[in-house]
């Protein structure tokens, strides 16, 4: 597959994921929802680890890479499945945007990584900015409970942390091995989430929009969704990926504008500005401002 075409399903997947998030819970629990998307992707990809043969390493190592990948997968997850009930698919989406700027602070702490430099600073502090003003149109203008957004903020988290813990385990392996060990150990805790916390099928409350979703979000959001974005990231600079944290928020809010009758206020529209402007100020502000650095050096000497 051409790396261009990996790119664009990259952003329409991460784009439409929000929204397929919130359909797919009509008429069924966010537990059973989510529970459902996990164990169809575990045969899905289980399906084609044994065709294609692919190893799936067991060591301890291994184990460590599944166990950090889950973190993300079911905190995340879970999280953002409760968040739907309540928070609109675009300010998910944009809030998930600013998961490069927290693991960068993570990465700090756990990889020892360099300090943030006074550009990206700037960025976090925009951010931050942003992300308030987004909190004020939901909690003033659209009278919504503070529980959703605190949802959003832990999936955030938990995805944040996982993608920085995974970095310290040194193993080469397939994507969709790891894929297949996250899936492993994680469907059966989504199971259990969902029989602790519900427990009913309720079949015949199930919308065909929902059970469309969920299929969806198995396939194209849990499968070829990590295929591409892996294919991407071996084929492109890191900077032209990083670019999509600034490209599916937008069409995130527009879809769930268009297609949910998701409410799209002044001030959440301003915030969401501010925010894409940040994570554009934290990704390549550096490298802006050593170019500005290095003409104005050249015409000094």
Same mark, same amino acid.
């Given at each position: 597959?051409? !790396? $261009?075409?990996?790119?664009?399903?990259? =952003?329409?997947?991460?784009?439409?994921?929000?929204?397929?998030?919130? =359909?797919?819970?009509?008429?069924?629990?966010?537990?059973?929802?989510?529970?459902?998307?996990?164990?169809?992707?575990?045969?899905?990809?289980? !399906?084609?680890?044994? =065709?294609? %043969?692919?190893?799936?390493?067991?060591?301890?190592?291994?184990?460590?890479?599944?166990?950090?990948?889950?973190?993300?997968?079911?905190?995340?997850?879970?999280?953002?499945?409760?968040?739907?009930?309540?928070?609109?698919?675009?300010?998910?989406?944009?809030?998930?945007?600013? /998961?490069?700027?927290?693991?960068? *602070?993570?990465?700090? %702490?756990?990889?020892?990584?360099?300090?943030?430099? *006074?550009?990206?600073?700037?960025?976090?502090?925009?951010?931050?900015?942003?992300?308030?003003?987004?909190?004020?149109?939901?909690?003033?203008?659209?009278?919504?409970?503070?529980?959703?957004?605190?949802?959003?903020?832990? /999936?955030?988290?938990?995805?944040?942390?996982?993608? !920085?813990?995974?970095?310290?385990?040194?193993?080469?392996?397939?994507?969709?091995?790891?894929?297949?060990?996250?899936?492993?150990?994680?469907?059966?805790?989504? @199971?259990?989430?969902?029989?602790?916390? &519900?427990? $009913?099928?309720?079949?015949?409350?199930?919308?065909?929009? /929902?059970? *469309?979703?969920?299929?969806?979000?198995?396939?194209?959001?849990?499968?070829?969704?990590?295929?591409?974005?892996?294919?991407?990231?071996?084929?492109?600079? /890191?900077?032209?990926?990083?670019?999509?944290?600034?490209?599916?928020?937008?069409?995130?809010?527009?879809? @769930?504008?268009?297609?949910?009758?998701? $409410?799209?206020?002044?001030?959440? *529209?301003?915030?969401?500005? !501010?925010?894409?402007?940040?994570?554009?100020?934290?990704?390549?502000? &550096?490298?802006?401002?050593?170019?500005?650095?290095? %003409?104005?050096?050249? %015409?000094?000497?």
């Amino acid at each position: 597959m051409p !790396v $261009q075409a990996s790119y664009i399903m990259v =952003i329409i997947i991460w784009s439409t994921t929000p929204l397929g998030i919130v =359909i797919s819970s009509t008429g069924m629990s966010p537990t059973l929802s989510v529970f459902l998307r996990m164990a169809l992707a575990l045969v899905l990809c289980c !399906v084609i680890v044994l =065709i294609g %043969r692919y190893r799936v390493p067991m060591s301890p190592r291994a184990w460590a890479l599944y166990g950090y990948s889950s973190l993300g997968i079911f905190g995340g997850m879970l999280l953002s499945y409760l968040a739907a009930q309540t928070v609109p698919s675009g300010v998910i989406s944009l809030i998930f945007g600013l /998961a490069p700027v927290l693991s960068g *602070l993570l990465a700090q %702490r756990l990889l020892n990584e360099a300090r943030f430099s *006074l550009i990206k600073w700037l960025g976090l502090a925009l951010s931050m900015v942003g992300l308030y003003l987004v909190c004020m149109s939901q909690l003033s203008e659209l009278a919504l409970a503070p529980l959703g957004l605190l949802y959003v903020f832990g /999936a955030v988290s938990c995805f944040s942390l996982s993608g !920085v813990m995974i970095k310290r385990v040194q193993l080469a392996i397939h994507p969709l091995a790891s894929t297949f060990g996250a899936l492993l150990l994680v469907t059966p805790m989504f @199971g259990l989430v969902w029989w602790l916390t &519900d427990g $009913q099928l309720s079949i015949d409350n199930w919308q065909m929009s /929902a059970v *469309l979703a969920t299929v969806y979000l198995s396939v194209f959001g849990s499968l070829v969704g990590f295929i591409a974005y892996f294919h991407v990231l071996q084929k492109l600079k /890191a900077s032209t990926v990083a670019l999509t944290t600034l490209i599916t928020p937008g069409f995130a809010m527009l879809l @769930g504008a268009w297609l949910n009758n998701e $409410q799209i206020t002044p001030t959440l *529209l301003t915030g969401a500005a !501010v925010i894409m402007v940040s994570l554009a100020v934290f990704q390549f502000g &550096d490298s802006g401002w050593t170019g500005v650095a290095n %003409r104005l050096r050249r %015409r000094l000497l």
